[in-house]
T-cell receptor, first 118, second 114 residues
């Protein structure tokens, strides 16, 4: 079974600064996907960024980027130029790749609460 | 496009009561999921439906049943609610037939069992 570990229950950052959230995972799979989801106080889960394990290039989405280290099974999220609206719980998640199948279950970490201070 | 909708948004039950949480999606997705979110535990999968007509247990299925009514709708039933089922419940959907599908989440139902 896969496990996802987020070792930082809470973090804070000043507006406009950069912050990195950590995530490690354990799997015997070679092909899989990793995600970062954001959950603001509204409770709505929103996908921030996705990484395919077979791609060496780190994914980026505007101010959000990841540092994917496959050998170390590490998948950290970097938020640049932090904004007040980035305040949220951030969840790292793992999904096995199952070719030909139709179920793609997510395994979530316990989350990191990020607070952006003005 | 409403995305994924859930009803009700809030519910309070007494121990032993039953209820059904409703979920619908309008994105023509094949796969649907029910999660529960507890403080300090992240989201855990209760049941999922890979495609219309199929359902499977997830990580924490005990005390729950599901029905995939049609492609759009996936309900979660608590037959005899227990205080341990106090949680926030999320429904999600995804296309389901290719790797790395994004799961789209509903707004959640906050359930309290007294």
């Amino acid at each position: 079974a896969q496990t996802v570990t987020q070792s930082q229950p809470e973090m804070s950052v000043q507006e406009a600064e950069t912050v990195t959230l950590s995530c490690t995972y354990d799997t015997s799979e070679n092909n899989y996907y990793l995600f970062w989801y954001k959950q603001p106080p509204s409770r709505q889960m929103i996908l921030v960024i996705r990484q395919e394990a077979y791609k060496q290039q780190n994914a980026t989405e505007n101010r959000f980027s990841v540092n994917f280290q496959k050998a170390a099974k590490s998948f950290s999220l970097k938020i640049s130029d932090s904004q007040l609206g980035d305040t949220a719980m951030y969840f790292c998640a793992f999904m096995k790749h199952k070719s030909g199948g139709s179920n793609y279950k997510l395994t979530f970490g316990k989350g990191t609460l990020l607070t952006v201070n003005p | 496009n409403a995305g994924v909708t859930q009803t009700p948004k809030f519910q309070v039950l007494k121990t032993g009561q039953s209820m059904t949480l409703q979920c619908a999606q309008d994105m023509n997705h094949n796969s649907m999921y029910w999660y529960r979110q507890d403080p300090g535990m992240g989201l855990r999968l209760i049941y999922y439906s890979a495609s219309e007509g199929t359902t499977d247990k997830g990580e924490v299925p005990n005390g729950y049943n599901v029905s995939r009514l049609n492609k759009r709708e996936f309900s979660l039933r608590l037959e005899s609610a227990a205080p341990s089922q106090t949680s926030v419940y999320f429904c999600a959907s995804s296309e389901g037939f290719s790797g790395g599908n994004e799961q789209f989440f509903g707004p959640g139902t906050r359930l309290t069992v007294l």
